[in-house]
């Protein structure tokens, strides 16, 4: 069965940083697409960054230049690190797994909040 488990959230100033990670059990996460989405209150649930299995990362807009999406396929990690946070990043971070013909995984998700 596969789990997510997210770690890293908690509570900064706006300008600092913050650095996700999500290891993955019951499978590895070398094969498949790895995302971090964000849900903050009152909004859906959206895609803030990815990484393909071969390493090609893809970014939401607003978080192009200070967010970095990494794996380590050794460990089974996915990271986020999260540089010159903004209120608006405040949000429910979940991390997500995409396995072909068998759907998304999910995390519980982690709280980060930007808050001076």
């Known amino acids: 069965q596969v789990q997510l488990v997210e770690s890293g959230g908690g509570l900064v100033q706006p300008g600092e940083s913050l650095r996700l990670s999500c290891t993955a059990s019951?499978?590895?996460?070398?094969?498949?697409?790895m995302g971090w989405y964000r849900q903050a209150p009152g909004s859906q649930r959206d895609l803030v960054a990815s990484i393909t299995a071969s390493g090609i990362t893809n970014y939401a807009d607003s978080v192009k230049g200070r967010f970095t999406i990494s794996k380590e396929s050794a460990k089974n990690t996915v990271s986020l690190q999260m540089n010159n946070l903004k209120p608006d990043d405040t949000a429910v971070y979940y991390c997500n797994m995409k396995i072909p013909f068998r759907g998304d995984y999910w995390g519980k998700g982690t709280l980060g909040t930007v808050s001076s």
């Open positions: 019951g499978t590895s996460n070398s094969a498949y697409m």
